[in-house]
């Protein structure tokens, strides 16, 4: 069964920058699309950017584009969200995984999909 473990998150002031990394195991990830959510404290999750196999992007949020890209290193089986101009409603904890589409999923397909255990992201000052 495919494995997804999240790292990186932590404490950033606002403005800042951080990255998140998402390492997959028993998945190629090549072969399928990657998917970032968050959720922040009682609200729903949030689909924030997806890679697909072909390396397009895709954005669930427009409150992201233009701050956060995401990109993937086949070698090391390595998908990373990377986050700027950081604020304080992107505290969250941010999940990655797949729905095994090789294209992104729609919102409604995460249910589908095998998530990580998340990484906490914290902006404040």
């Known amino acids: 069964q495919a494995q997804f473990e999240e790292s990186g998150g932590g404490s950033v002031q606002p403005g800042g920058s951080t990255r998140l990394s998402c390492t997959a195991s028993?998945?190629?990830?090549?072969?399928?699309?990657i998917t970032w959510f968050r959720q922040a404290p009682e609200k729903e999750r949030e689909g924030v950017l997806c890679?697909?196999?072909?390396?397009?992007?895709?954005y669930y949020l427009d409150s992201v584009k233009g701050r956060f890209t995401v990109s993937k290193d086949e070698a090391k089986g390595t998908v990373y969200l990377l986050m700027n101009a950081l604020k304080p409603e992107d505290t969250a904890v941010y999940y990655c995984?797949?729905?095994?589409?090789?294209?992104?999923?729609?919102?409604?397909?995460?249910?589908?999909?095998?998530w990580g255990r998340g990484t906490q992201v914290t902006v404040s000052s």
């Open positions: 890679i697909s196999n072909r390396d397009t992007s895709t």
């Open positions: 028993k998945f190629t990830v090549d072969h399928y699309s």
């Open positions: 995984g797949s729905t095994f589409h090789a294209g992104c999923p729609v919102v409604a397909e995460f249910d589908d999909g095998f």
